[in-house]
Nanobody, 115 residues
Framework: QVQLVESGGGLVQPGGSLRLSCAAS????????VGWYRQTPGKQRELVAV???????TYADSLKGRFTISRDNVKNTVYLQMNSLKPEDTAVYYC?????????WGQGTQVTVSS
């Protein structure tokens, strides 16, 4: 069973930064994709960023330039660096990992951007 544990969320002022972490119970390189999604009440979960096993990254168009996804294969962790945060970035952020055996989700971490 794959476990994903997110951390790093919290309250931040507009313009601030946060780094989210997603710790996996197995090598992050073993997944063909690991990504971050976010969801606000009443809306569908949306893609934030994905990193493929080969290192290719993809971002939601609206977030390019502010968010960066990266991974540490030694720590089995994927990160999401979020800069210049805006109130509309407020959401629960979820980590997702996919391999041939399944599609796995973490429990989510709340990010609130407010003054």
């Amino acid at each position: 069973q794959v476990q994903l544990v997110e951390s790093g969320g919290g309250l931040v002022q507009p313009g601030g930064s946060l780094r989210l972490s997603c710790a996996a119970s197995r090598s992050v390189g073993s997944f063909y994709a690991v990504g971050w999604y976010r969801q606000t009440p009443g809306k569908q979960r949306e893609l934030v960023a994905v990193i493929l096993s080969g290192g290719t990254t993809t971002y939601a168009d609206s977030l390019k330039g502010r968010f960066t996804i990266s991974r540490d294969n030694v720590k089995n962790t994927v990160y999401l660096q979020m800069n210049s945060l805006k109130p509309e970035d407020t959401a629960v952020y979820y980590c997702n990992a996919r391999n041939t055996n399944g599609n796995y989700w973490g429990q989510g971490t709340q990010v609130t951007v407010s003054s």
